[in-house]
């Protein structure tokens, strides 16, 4: 056996014997079921659930639930998205060609602007998983900040909507707090 293989091998052999990585501060996953977290309706028909939030990094995994014709104002992110559609379709106002249906996953790169839609006809509601990295900045047409969602913000908002409805989101993953 050539000696260019020997350090491969002596790797191989030390990860057999007992590993090199060591598991003494090994953290436990944490596992949120469907129902661990309540769904809260928003003020637009829409309803929210809160996974996850990141305050160090500005970060929030949420699931939405979207009613035919609904619509959010345009905006971007100042980080990228990633969103996995569970049932329903919905789309961006901007590429309505472009239809995000069960099964389907979305990338946004940081400041894409867009804004979501729901068909008015649409049959069943959009089911959305969305993890966020950065703010949400609302604009109007003319490219005016409106309003911006970070968050520590949704965690709020989630949170007092949680306990206006006698519910608990104390199983709502917070890392930064």
């Known amino acids: ?15 057999q014997s007992g590993g090199v990585v060591s598991r003494d501060d090994a953290k436990e996953a944490i596992l949120i079921q469907e129902n661990d977290l309540p769904w ?20 929030w995994i949420i699931r939405n639930k979207f009613k035919p014709g609904f619509g959010v104002e345009t905006h971007y992110h100042t980080g990228p998205v990633f969103a996995v559609t569970t049932a329903g379709e919905w789309f961006y106002k901007e ?28 049959t069943e509601d959009a089911e959305v998983w969305f993890a966020i990295f950065g703010s ?3 604009i109007d047409d003319d490219g005016n900040v409106t309003s911006v969602l970070d968050a520590k913000t949704v965690m ?10 006698g519910k608990t989101c104390e199983n709502m993953i917070v890392v930064g707090e």
């Open 40 to 59: 809260v309706s928003l003020p637009d028909g829409s309803l929210l659930q809160v996974l996850h939030v990141d305050l160090n990094q500005n970060l």
């Open 136 to 138: 949400n900045v609302n």
């Open 95 to 122: 590429y309505p060609e472009k239809i995000n249906k069960a099964g389907s996953y979305l990338f946004e790169p940081a400041h894409s602007v867009h804004t979501l839609t729901v068909a008015d006809d649409a």
């Open 1 to 15: 056996m050539s000696e260019a293989k020997t350090p491969v091998l002596d790797l191989l052999a030390a990860m």
């Open 156 to 165: 709020t908002i989630y949170r007092a909507l949680c306990e206006a409805e």
